[in-house]
Nanobody
Framework: QVQLVESGGGLVQAGDSLRLSCAAS????????LGWFRQSPGKEREFVAA????????PYADSVRGRFKISRNSAKTRVYLQMNDLKPEDTALYYC?????????????????????WGQGTQVTVSS
């Protein structure tokens, strides 16, 4: 399984922006689907955003749609999560994960159980 590494987290104020990055520990970042999830203390891990390999299917959670954007660099070595207008409720440990399954346009995004490879997470803390 590919080893994933997240980076880019930090402590910011409400309204600020951060860009998270997900990369493979070695080589290119290959996947059929890649998802970003987050987990806060005492809460279940929740879906944030995902993309398919081609980048033309990008579902978002309702709570972040319009503020967050998932993208991939042209070298196909990194996937980013651009987070704008951050809110205190965005505070969480953010994970990226890859799946061999395919996202389907218009259907429910893959759940966390559908992703086989996970990173260790990067902490995002938003102060009010």
């Amino acid at each position: 399984q590919v080893q994933l590494v997240e980076s880019g987290g930090g402590l910011v104020q409400a309204g600020d922006s951060l860009r998270l990055s997900c990369a493979a520990s070695e080589g290119t970042l290959d996947f059929n689907s890649l998802g970003w999830f987050r987990q806060s203390p005492g809460k279940e891990r929740e879906f944030v955003a995902a993309m398919n390999w081609r980048g033309d299917i990008t579902p978002y959670a309702d709570s972040v749609r319009g503020r967050f954007k998932i993208s991939r660099n042209s070298a196909k070595t990194r996937v980013y999560l651009q987070m704008n207008d951050l809110k205190p409720e965005d505070t969480a440990l953010y994970y990226c994960a890859t799946s061999s399954l395919f996202l389907q346009r218009g259907e429910r995004p893959l759940g966390s159980a559908d992703y086989a490879s996970w990173g260790q997470g990067t902490q995002v803390t938003v102060s009010s």
